[in-house]
């Protein structure tokens, strides 16, 4: 239904809500096209997730390969003509990153790496990222992302390349974007935003563009959308769902609600800290390959009866880590393996940090021990000076926990898993006391799951039609919606965010 318009506060040509990645590219396209664009952000500082991001933009050799890739990837669950115009931008990513690279006289990096699932295609994928910027120094993060990340890099990059178009582009950060307005023909012509404490209503005479992220800070919607729940937040409390309520409310349907990326992870024990922790990043494999050798995984997992029940370093971790936490034991009304327990013993607290935090947030960051002796101190981790005390704290039958012990003792020794398969350079005993646990649980870098949009990036209602005027790009409705490919979201991210910024620009502006 078609509500009263207010009196405008501001007038822009497009309006784009959220300042990450497929913002500032749909900032930047939208402007180069001769649209007047307000960019704004609800936090303090731009970045999103994609300033935490490894920094890599998924590209590939051929889009016909990338389209058959991407067909396997989204498992039947997003349309051919989306996934093709994916495909065929990442061909064109290489060339469109070195012209924004100009802006900071940066150096591109272009390397040929396959696929992490061995799909049909996946020879033909590839990165392109930020190799360096002369006289960036982000040793300890830009902006507000802590560490630095090679997604500050390629962050770094887009914002020069939106200061260089300021005059085309305004930026208002602390601005939080609410209900969007639709006239009587049906048109989303602007949006209402909080601002210094007051309400703002922004006129938008050609389009809105949503590229405010997914809703991994959002505990309702994950209880909701989610199978198994908690699911815990790593880095940033700004993706709180808003753009695909804002969407919602004008009547967009929705995809890919379930999916998130993310791998196991630890909770800090302070309340007060916002983010859950990563476990060590290991190096990711992928089946079917001659592989490298991989280096010891210090841990196993066990579930609350105190039995491994997986391979512990399974392909592509950052996104098949969750899958595990989903089981429910139907005799029991349980999920038995949330929370599960890594354990170690002082062997493998030797052997390198077990942690890591990685947060885009001007407060929150915790610094992970050489030694993992102040994880022990502060409760991360837990000590316990024999498997029966370990046991004990668990609250795991003992002498099922002994069993497990002692069969993957036996299985190292015999270099190979019997139980799960895990790879035999990976295995590490646990003999040496005291043990070590902790709590694991499910962590989420982003969800993918938002409006549906078609291949113009248009936010598409629950009829099937176009919501006239409205863009959504990136994480905001993911294309992926079975398993995730590396690189992917900062691929649509740049390919949406391109399409969405010319498709919103050259509307005419409504009279």
Not at 155 to 164: Q, W
Not at 227 to 234: E, R
Not at 265 to 282: A, I, M, N, S, T
Not at 491 to 507: H, K, M, S, T
């Amino acid at each position: 239904m078609a509500q009263a318009l207010p009196a405008w506060n501001a007038s822009y040509d497009v309006v784009v809500v959220g300042y990450g990645a497929a913002g500032a590219v749909a900032a930047i396209e939208a402007a180069d096209a001769g649209a007047r664009v307000l960019l704004i952000e609800k936090m303090p500082d731009p970045g999103g997730i994609s300033i935490l991001s490894a920094g890599g933009l998924r590209i590939t050799s051929s889009a016909d390969d990338a389209f058959r890739y991407l067909k396997h990837t989204c498992g039947g669950r997003t349309p051919d003509d989306v996934l093709r115009v994916l495909a065929d931008g990442m061909a064109e990513a290489p060339d469109y990153l070195r012209s924004l690279a100009k802006a900071s006289d940066a150096t591109v990096k272009v390397v040929n790496s396959p696929g992490n699932y061995p799909f049909p295609g996946c020879d033909s994928l590839g990165y392109a990222e930020i190799e360096s910027i002369p006289g960036f120094d982000a040793r300890d993060g830009y902006l507000a992302a802590r560490p630095m990340r090679p997604g500050c890099l390629l962050f770094k990059v887009l914002v020069d390349n939106v200061e260089l178009r300021r005059g085309a582009i305004d930026v208002w950060t602390s601005t939080a974007a609410g209900r969007l307005h639709r006239n009587d023909a049906g048109e989303i012509v602007g949006l209402r935003a909080e601002r210094d404490g007051q309400t703002v209503e922004i006129e938008a005479r050609r389009g809105v563009i949503l590229t405010c992220g997914g809703f991994e800070a959002n505990e309702e919607m994950k209880r909701q959308y989610l199978v198994s729940t908690p699911v815990i937040n790593t880095g940033f409390r700004g993706n709180t769902g808003d753009g695909i309520r804002m969407a919602q409310a004008v009547g967009a349907d929705l995809w890919h609600m379930w999916l998130y990326h993310g791998p196991y992870g630890l909770r800090h024990p302070d309340p007060e800290y916002p983010f859950g922790l990563y476990v060590k990043l290991l190096p990711m494999w992928t089946p079917e390959r001659t592989e490298r050798a991989l280096p010891k995984m210090a841990w196993i997992i066990v579930d609350q009866d105190g039995r491994r029940y997986v391979d512990e370093y399974p392909p592509y971790m950052s996104d098949t880590g969750v899958r595990q936490f989903d089981f429910y034991e139907p005799k029991t009304y349980r999920h038995p393996r949330l929370p599960s327990f890594l354990l170690f013993d002082e062997a493998g607290r030797k052997a390198y940090p077990l942690g890591r935090a990685i947060t885009n947030d001007r407060e929150a960051w915790y610094e992970w021990s050489d030694d993992n002796l102040r994880e022990v101190e502060n409760g991360i981790l837990n000590r316990a000076e024999s498997l029966a005390e370990l046991a004990q704290q668990t609250g795991v039958d003992e002498a099922v926990l002994r069993a497990t012990v002692e069969q993957w003792n036996a299985d190292c020794d015999a270099g190979e898993d019997t139980a799960f398969g895990r790879r035999p350079e990976t295995m590490m005993a646990l003999r040496e006391p005291p043990y070590y646990w902790a709590a694991l649980w499910p962590v989420v870098i982003n969800t993918q799951g938002g409006p549906v949009h078609d291949a113009r990036q248009r936010v598409i209602d629950v009829e099937g039609q176009p919501i006239d005027r409205l863009y959504s790009a990136g994480e905001l409705g993911s294309v992926f919606g079975h398993v995730y490919v590396s690189g992917g979201n900062l691929a649509e991210c740049f390919v949406g965010g391109r399409i969405a910024g010319r498709e919103a620009a050259a509307r005419a502006p409504r009279t």
